[in-house]
């Protein structure tokens, strides 16, 4: 077995990548995972949770990964997979949902959340934790990258992990959430957090003019020495000694900055957004096949063990 500790990530099919997607997880994954033996999972029993047409599921699916593959992810390198290829995943559920309390789950942020928002939750939503924890604990992974939002998902599986160690022995590993401290948060165009819930999103993969439109949209307040929102996506593409000189050449020229800013990241994303049109429907699913072998089997391994020590051998 190789000597490297395992790493693990999850990734929601649930929408289109922007770039506070990129910045705050694809690129943070791009530069540490050859440093472990990683998993990259396409949680698609998770995003259930949210989205109920199958052609978007799908679509979705094949999206994240491509996205992926199209960022520099070298297949060779990471066993990808997807999470309902891997039937393991939701028997561990059943099994830790059996070690945690109802008011446990109650207090995780992300069913506090939807509840508050008035959303009836669905028992997916309340058990998501535990798969997430499923997920994570299969493959012995001692690394999770993740953003911050994910932070009580980790505590949540080391809990579950612990509980689940103590009463039968030794058979987790307790795995640490990797959150990486540089990126923080990216504003989006109206200067909250970017996300697609906020429609405030600069797309990864979106045309120029697309990502023209959104960048124009940036809301610019006039009373600072340069435009804050611009800047701060901006020095995302372009170093911030680069930028100084130029915000200040161009003092309250927003149109002149943001035109800038626009090529700055066409620059970027340009060779990005050609590897993503390139890849095909046959790329994806051979690379989710030849992942999903690796990971079965390790899966399987590891659910002989439960249900060994629980004893439903
Ligand atoms: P959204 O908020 O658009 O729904 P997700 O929750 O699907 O995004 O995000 C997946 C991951 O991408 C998050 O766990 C987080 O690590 C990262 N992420 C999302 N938005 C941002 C942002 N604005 N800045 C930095 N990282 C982000
Ligand atoms: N809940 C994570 C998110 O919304 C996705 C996820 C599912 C995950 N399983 C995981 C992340 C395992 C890391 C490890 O972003």
Redesign the pocket.
């Known amino acids: 077995m190789s000597e490297r500790k395992r790493l693990?990530?999850?990734l929601?099919p649930s929408g289109a990548l922007h770039i506070g997607n990129y910045f705050g997880t694809v690129k943070p994954f791009l530069l540490m995972y050859e440093s472990y033996e990683s998993f990259l999972c396409a949680?698609d029993y998770?995003a259930l949770t949210t989205i109920k047409d199958p052609k978007e599921l799908e679509k979705n699916t094949f999206n994240i990964v491509a996205a992926y593959l199209a960022s520099g992810v070298d297949p060779e390198k990471a066993v990808i997979f997807k999470q309902s290829d891997v039937s393991e995943h939701t028997e561990l559920a059943w099994i830790l949902e059996c070690q945690v309390t109802v008011p446990f789950l109650m207090q995780a942020h992300s069913y506090k959340d939807k509840t508050a928002q008035g959303i009836e939750p669905s028992a997916g939503l309340f058990n998501y934790p535990m798969l997430?924890a499923s997920?994570?604990l299969l493959y012995d992974a001692e690394v999770?990258p993740?953003?911050e939002d994910?932070r009580q998902?980790i505590e949540y599986t080391r809990e579950a992990a612990g509980k689940f160690n103590n009463l039968y022995g030794e058979t987790f590993k307790l795995p640490k959430e990797h959150i990486s401290k540089d990126v923080g948060v990216v504003p989006g165009t109206d200067g909250r957090k970017m996300s697609k819930s906020y429609k405030n999103t600069i797309p990864l993969f979106g045309s120029k003019d697309e990502i023209a439109s959104a960048v124009m949209s940036i809301v610019t307040d006039s009373t600072g020495e340069r435009p804050e929102n611009v800047f701060a996506i901006h020095k995302l593409f372009k170093p911030e000694s680069e930028l100084t000189a130029l915000y200040k050449e161009n003092k309250n020229k927003y149109k002149e900055l943001k035109e800038a800013l626009i090529e700055d990241i066409e620059t970027v994303l340009t060779p990005m957004r050609e590897r993503r049109d390139s890849i095909t429907e046959t790329e994806v699913k051979s690379v989710l096949e030849t992942g999903g072998k690796v990971a079965k089997e390790i899966a399987s391994k590891k659910m002989a063990e439960v249900r060994e020590k629980i004893g439903a051998n």
């Open positions: 693990f990530t999850g929601q949680v998770h997430m997920d994570i999770v993740v953003g994910q998902h």
